[in-house]
């Protein structure tokens, strides 16, 4: 089954930038959906943004659009987020989800995800 790997996550200031990563394993990723959640202490897990491996095509929450940005590295079997402008409120510990779908695109929620990674933890402080 897919294995999936968050890294990246850290402490940074506010305006700062982090560059998330989800590595995938065993499995070959030919249609599949990866997407980034976050969920913050008493919080629910929400959605940050979405790609989809067959089109590129992507969806990006309204709370994160203009400062975040996922991209889906094919060599490498990688998807990313690029986490620019980052503020207080982005504080949460980072998820990477997965689906197999052949159909469907971008966005995806929580109870669409197949597999999901540990997690990586951001904090966003002065």
């Known amino acids: 089954q897919l294995q999936l790997a968050e890294s990246g996550g850290g402490l940074v200031q506010p305006g700062g930038s982090l560059r998330l990563a989800c590595a995938t394993s065993?499995?070959?990723?030919?249609?599949?959906?990866f997407a980034w959640f976050r969920q913050a202490p008493g919080k629910s897990r929400e959605a940050v943004a979405c790609i989809s491996t067959a089109d590129r095509s992507t969806d990006v929450a309204d709370s994160v659009k203009g400062r975040f940005t996922i991209s889906w590295d094919n060599a490498k079997s990688t998807a990313y987020l690029q986490m620019n402008n980052l503020k207080p409120e982005d504080t949460a510990v980072y998820y990477c989800?997965?689906?197999?779908?052949?159909?469907?695109?971008?966005?995806?929620?929580?109870?669409?995800?197949?597999?999901w990674g540990r997690g990586t933890s951001v904090t966003v402080s002065p």
């Open positions: 065993g499995v070959a990723i030919d249609y599949w959906i």
């Open positions: 989800g997965s689906e197999s779908n052949y159909v469907d695109s971008c966005p995806r929620g929580v109870r669409d995800m197949d597999y």
